[in-house]
């Protein structure tokens, strides 16, 4: 049943070492999204694809990268994390925009929570 | 840049008893309006959308939300809570002729509601 599918659901790396979370989906949906969502805070549109076209935030910073190979998988690169970026990681995807103005419902994983230390 | 207000951070109530959660989001043009709940240990889901049409819009487990455009507003209502209702409650925004997909939330509402 499982829809979006984000794996691990917990990650712990070290501070500058580089990680990488995933996230699948079954819905074959055109746009994946990684929001970021510190504690107590609202989540943050990182990035997203529409199909293969990158659409990335004007204030993600570059330590964090991602990559969809196909439609099914998004990957989120956080090349150095520091402490700063421990956080919980939603992945969305949604499956069109009837328009470039028309935002579709978007469907989240269960995030993964990634500490630095 | 447009933002999502969510005046309560934490509403504790027992159950049976009324719920209104506030929204209000800054941005003079056509918005598309959202409310999501996360239950513990679980993701975000949707509750319900506005998109366009009528104003009171229902959505999944007896909610229903309001959108006032004079006051740039979409609360949260249900009429009576029940325990599994515990939860946290994000409204969400997208400004049409944004960024696609770029949707704005609010930081949350835990909502406790005792038995």
């Known amino acids: ?117 | 840049a447009q933002s999502v207000s969510q005046h309560n951070h934490h509403v504790i109530l027992s159950e049976a008893a009324s719920l209104e959660l506030g929204c209000n989001y800054s941005y003079g043009g056509t918005v598309n309006l959202f409310w999501y709940v996360q239950y513990p240990g679980q993701h975000l889901q949707l509750l319900l959308k506005y998109f366009s049409g009528d104003p009171l819009v229902k959505g999944i487990k007896g909610f229903e939300a309001e959108f006032i455009k004079s006051k740039f507003s979409f609360n949260l209502r249900k009429p009576s809570v029940q325990w599994s209702d515990t939860a946290e409650y994000f409204c969400a925004v997208n400004a049409r002729g944004s960024t696609l997909g770029r949707l704005y939330f609010g930081r949350g509402t835990q909502l406790t509601v005792w038995p």
């Open chain 1, 1 to 117: 049943d499982a829809m979006v599918i984000q794996n691990p659901r917990y990650q712990v790396t070290q501070f500058g070492k580089p990680v990488t979370l995933s996230c699948s989906q079954t819905l074959n949906h055109n746009v994946m999204y990684w929001y970021q969502q510190k504690s107590s805070q609202a989540p943050k549109l990182l990035f997203h694809y529409y199909d293969k076209d990158f659409n990335n935030e004007a204030d993600t910073p570059d330590n964090f990268q991602s990559r969809r190979p196909n439609t099914s998988f998004c990957f989120l690169d956080i090349r150095s994390p520091g402490l700063g970026d421990a956080a919980m990681y939603l992945c969305a995807t949604s499956r069109d925009a009837i328009d470039r103005g028309l935002t579709d419902t978007q469907y989240f994983g269960p995030g993964t929570r990634l500490t630095v230390l």
